[in-house]
């Protein structure tokens, strides 16, 4: 039998949809932070087929069979709604900030790379050096610091900067 274009779910099968949509939801942000930082700018492509198989892959599991229009938008409605109250709830929290947005990351010090915290966070020595070159520097020993911003840019310190640590960032001030 025909089925209309704008068939509506069952109101189980709507709240079904919507519970599946609130899960895959936050396993999702869940598991991407955990990925570590990385600028959209910064994406190879492994990470770009990831995004675009991870979103085939839990198409599924949110809407199940259900292929209407009612469907679809009670996903995406889910979504984005939860994207809001997510938002809301980390600018209202810092400690809930803290853990999903994280902090700012030292990954070079006095002109030294950082091993471990680089490989915690996912840097590479070659996106430091492209870091550096941005600066207009061709070697670790001309930069105080490099850190590695929350939103996953790589902020670089000349030497002959003073630094001071606010509560949630690194500032620079530029000594005369």
């Given at each position: 039998?025909?089925?209309?274009i704008?068939d ?7 709240l079904?949809i ?6 895959v ?6 598991g ?6 990385r ?5 190879n492509i492994?990470?770009?087929v990831?995004?675009v198989?991870?979103?085939?892959a839990?198409?599924n599991?949110?809407i199940?069979n259900?292929n209407?229009l009612?469907g679809?938008?009670i996903?995406?409605?889910v979504?984005l709604a939860?994207?809001?109250i997510?938002n ?8 809930i900030?803290?853990?999903m947005?994280?902090?700012p990351?030292l990954?070079?010090n ?10 915690r966070?996912g840097?590479t020595?070659?996106q430091?050096?492209?870091a550096l ?5 061709m070697?670790t ?5 490099c850190?590695?911003?929350v939103?996953g840019?790589?902020s670089v310190v000349p ?6 640590r ?5 500032r620079a001030?530029?000594?005369?």
């Amino acid at each position: 039998m025909y089925k209309h274009i704008f068939d509506y779910p069952t109101l189980t099968g709507a709240l079904i949809i919507a519970a599946k949509t609130a899960v895959v939801y936050i396993v999702l942000i869940l598991g991407l932070r955990f990925l570590g930082k990385r600028e959209l700018g910064q994406m190879n492509i492994y990470d770009l087929v990831l995004i675009v198989v991870l979103g085939n892959a839990v198409q599924n599991a949110m809407i199940n069979n259900d292929n209407t229009l009612g469907g679809g938008i009670i996903a995406a409605f889910v979504l984005l709604a939860l994207n809001r109250i997510f938002n809301r709830v980390i600018e209202r929290s810092s400690k809930i900030e803290r853990f999903m947005v994280g902090q700012p990351v030292l990954i070079v010090n006095q002109g030294h790379m950082l091993h471990k915290p680089m490989t915690r966070e996912g840097v590479t020595k070659e996106q430091v050096m492209a870091a550096l070159r941005e600066h207009g520097m061709m070697k670790t020993s001309e930069a105080h610091m490099c850190v590695l911003e929350v939103d996953g840019s790589i902020s670089v310190v000349p030497n002959g900067s003073h630094v001071y640590r606010t509560k949630r960032r690194f500032r620079a001030v530029r000594l005369p």
